[in-house]
T-cell receptor, first 115, second 112 residues
Framework: NAGVTQTPKFQVLKTGQSMTLQCAQDMNHEYMSWYRQDPGMGLRLIHYSVGAGITDQGEVPNGYNVSRSTTEDFPLRLLSAAPSQTSVYFC??????????????FGPGTRLTVL | DQQVKQNSPSLSVQEGRISILNCDYT??????FLWYKKYPAEGPTFLIS?????DKNEDGRFTVFLNKSAKHLSLHIVPSQPGDSAVYFC???????????FGSGTKLNVKP
């Protein structure tokens, strides 16, 4: 099992550019989520999904879009990048409805800089 | 306003001693609490969790205590080892596990 994979590892964008951060998991987890980590703020939930075709907003969804067409993939799209979106982005997944509820597996992160 | 708070940004402990990391929360509806450990340039990894119906959960050197009346939980690491040096995040969720709220993290340094 590769677990949760994220690409790219690093990305530099100019203000106004768009891009997609990729996330994939091979553990057949229904729940997937995206977080951003900023200094002094911990991890903040951007969007999450409880299964294919179902997505919902987290704490900080503005400026981001997601879709979930398959169980495995959960891409995060930045529509028009802003310097405030400079952050480290983590994707995570978990298996719901078991004794392991809430034990999320995290990807290695994508470090994004918006100039 | 953050619903989960870790008020100590850093903690330094001697190897072999106890490390106590603290976490406070504001929403009494939280049903489940977790601790994650994070090394630099890696994603967080799950450490230990506790349901709101319990007040203690133990796993090897790690014990989590929950005080619901004080809205406070703590992670005890005994004995502390240099490999435990990392950033520790506490997190909370409601019973449906749809949203997870994280604290800002505490950087633990275990000195040999």
């Amino acid at each position: 099992n590769a677990g949760v994979t994220q690409t790219p590892k690093f990305q530099v964008l100019k203000t106004g550019q768009s891009m997609t951060l990729q996330c994939a998991q091979d553990m057949n987890h229904e729940y997937m989520s995206w977080y951003r980590q900023d200094p002094g703020m911990g991890l903040r939930l951007i969007h999450y999904s409880v299964g294919a075709g179902i997505t919902d907003q987290g704490e900080v969804p503005n400026g981001y879009n997601v879709s979930r067409s398959t169980t495995e993939d959960f891409p995060l799209r930045l529509l028009s990048a802003a310097p405030s979106q400079t952050s480290v982005y983590f994707c995570a997944s978990t298996l719901l409805g078991t004794s392991k509820n809430g034990e999320q597996f995290f990807g290695p992160g994508t470090r994004l800089t918006v100039l | 306003d953050q619903q989960v708070k870790q008020n100590s940004p850093s903690l330094s402990v001697q190897e072999g001693r106890i490390s106590i990391l603290n976490c406070d929360y504001t929403n009494s509806m939280f049903d489940y609490f977790l601790w994650y450990k994070k090394y630099p340039a890696e994603g967080p990894t799950f450490l230990i969790s506790i349901s709101s119906i319990k007040d203690k959960n133990e796993d090897g050197r790690f014990t989590v205590f929950l005080n619901k009346s004080a809205k406070h939980l703590s992670l005890h690491i005994v004995p502390s080892q240099p490999g435990d040096s990392a950033v520790y995040f506490c997190a909370a969720s409601f019973h449906n596990f749809n949203k997870f709220y994280f604290g800002s993290g505490t950087k633990l340094n275990v000195k040999p």
